[in-house]
């Protein structure tokens, strides 16, 4: 069954009528297939209407949902031959964060990407997307190997930040997202980011120094949750709708701004609702930047990559 958010109760609400319906044509041979199909037209149609004004608090509501596609679903469907590599080789493995080799259309490619759990006892071992010192030292380490061979790199962020935990600060956190950020800078390879659901604080940040950065319609990407904004100014998490309203978080505001390259129209409803077509959209693009990036000179790559951060912003000189 789809799980429904708030704001989307009134879709709720048709859906539930087309299965009752459903369940009235299959036990009792009456045929109601042209009301099922009227309201099937209708709860499109609503949907579609209220997916046209999304809010920007709304719009973190459809990235946060639990069934959204998470990095192993779209490195599934990305690559046939995914080989997962474990471990930093200095503390201990990050299961917040996956990474290995596959191929994209055929090219090798070295995939790194947050990962959430969609159960209680997934949730607590991926700890909720949430990436501690070594998931990042391990990144790191894959993107040197990367590196070693030649492979472009292809990072899917989805995190509502680096965990803030004693033991992570006691091993390194901010250190170990400050080498990420200086590794992708310079790493000698293509690197493609695409942000599938939360891209949070510096914990997505460390993944997203890239050549070509794509967000999809419904996720975010903010230098801080709407809830901690709102924690910060207005000493409530209560005020996060007001944080997510000034905050810029959504993809047509980032896009507006060059902060991203591109934004993938998800399917009708959100990523979840056809998991398959948003995989194929994203497949699609990936494929057409990895042509594109392969073709230049590594010292072109870094000269544009370096570039495109220092154009990040924009200022009016007094």
Request: glycine residues 10%; contains cysteine.
């Amino acid at each position: 069954m789809e799980s429904f958010l708030d704001f989307e109760q009134p879709i709720a609400e048709l859906e539930n009528k087309i299965r009752q319906l459903r369940f009235l044509d299959n036990d009792s041979g009456v045929d109601v297939a042209a009301e099922i199909q009227r309201l099937e037209r209708s709860s499109r149609s609503l949907t579609r209407s209220i997916y046209r004004k999304l809010s920007p608090w709304q719009t973190a509501q459809v990235a946060r949902h639990p069934k959204r596609p998470y990095s192993l679903d779209y490195i599934a469907g990305l690559s046939v031959d995914f080989q997962e590599l474990h471990g930093d080789r200095m503390y201990a493995d990050d299961y917040a964060l996956v990474g290995g080799l596959g191929r994209v259309g055929g090219t090798p490619v070295m995939f790194i990407g947050h990962q959430k759990g969609r159960d209680t006892a997934s949730r607590v071992r991926r700890n909720y997307g949430m990436t501690r010192p070594e998931g990042y030292r391990k990144a790191q380490r894959l993107m040197r190997l990367a590196e070693k061979f030649g492979l472009p790199v292809v990072t899917l962020i989805d995190t509502p930040g680096a965990y803030p935990g004693i033991g992570a600060e006691e091993r390194g956190q901010s250190e170990a997202i400050a080498s990420s950020l200086t590794c992708m800078v310079g790493l000698k390879t293509p690197i493609i980011s695409a942000i599938i659901g939360e891209g949070g604080s510096g914990g997505a940040l460390a993944l997203g120094i890239a050549d070509v950065v794509i967000m999809l319609q419904y996720s975010i990407y903010s230098v801080i949750s709407p809830e901690g904004c709102a924690s910060i100014l207005w000493k409530s998490a209560e005020h996060a709708t007001e944080a997510a309203d000034a905050m810029g978080i959504t993809a047509g505001r980032l896009l507006k701004f060059k902060l991203v390259d591109e934004v993938l129209e998800e399917p009708l409803g959100g990523a979840h609702r056809d998991p398959g077509a948003a995989v194929a959209s994203l497949k699609q693009a990936v494929s057409k930047h990895l042509l594109k990036l392969t073709g230049l000179e590594t010292s072109q790559l870094l000269e544009r990559r370096q570039q495109r951060l220092l154009d990040y912003g924009v200022f009016h000189e007094a």
